[in-house]
């Protein structure tokens, strides 16, 4: 199958890696190419999503979208520019959105599926679940599957938290959720092959943790003491989107992917942040 990733990066370069080792044709469309980002086998064009420059013969069988939305506003207007490019373009295909678990919002620790309510209080969550809307809307109207990918906290190679900043007392730090990359990767591309779409999906390893867990367990391979902070210390010194991170604690469950794709046995987490510190 031809597939299109758009907003080719980090996400999209483990989706790439993955449908190419099983035999896709991938392109990936961004304003860089990367070295760190580049595949023998993928047809990379450079160019900015909203005005593809994509060859007029292109018809793509599946498309990952993995741009995040802006950075401002409520709505996300990147992807409704594309969106309407990608219908100029006639490049209407299945579509599988790279999104965030983070538009639940606030649970207090509780356990929360892809029925459960988004608690909102950040414009963030808006401009995600506006994107969620569009997503849903042009798949609707093209008569193609959608999926949207509610992906945890992501981690992987390049992508490890330092140690040298402090972490919250085990016994006050809320509920956070984390995916390995290509794990997380892995879903992206059974998805794309779903003809009927699979909805809404959370995307983590469906083992909660405690905020700053990944940081403890770098540590301790590192062989790091972590500095300790109460919560209230820690979310004075803490930036606008930390504080935002920190006050949404949830323990996201990921039956439904385990249900969809028993294939995908999800890395043990300790063995998958040792492999990404080698």
Known sequence: MRILILGYGYAGFYCAKKLLADGHQVMGVSRTYPDDY???KLNHVCSD???????????????IYCAPPPSEGVCDTLLTEVLAELTRKNLVANIVYWGSSGVYGDHAGRWVDEDSVCHINADIQRRRLDAEAQIKTFAEHNRVAWSIMRVAGMFGPGRMPSTIKPVIYLDEAPYSNLVYIEDAAQVAAQA????AGIGIINVSDGVPKKMGALQRVVAEHQGVAVIEQGYQAF????SPMRQYFLSASKRL???KCEQLFPE??????EEAVEKCLL
């Open 253 to 255: 469950s990921n039956n």
């Open 264 to 269: 995908i046995a999800f890395a043990d987490f």
């Open 235 to 238: 979310m004075a010194s803490a």
């Open 38 to 40: 580049k595949l023998a």
């Open 192 to 195: 794309v092959l779903h003809k």
């Open 49 to 63: 999503i909203r005005s593809l420059d994509i060859d007029g013969d292109y018809k793509p069988g599946a498309i």
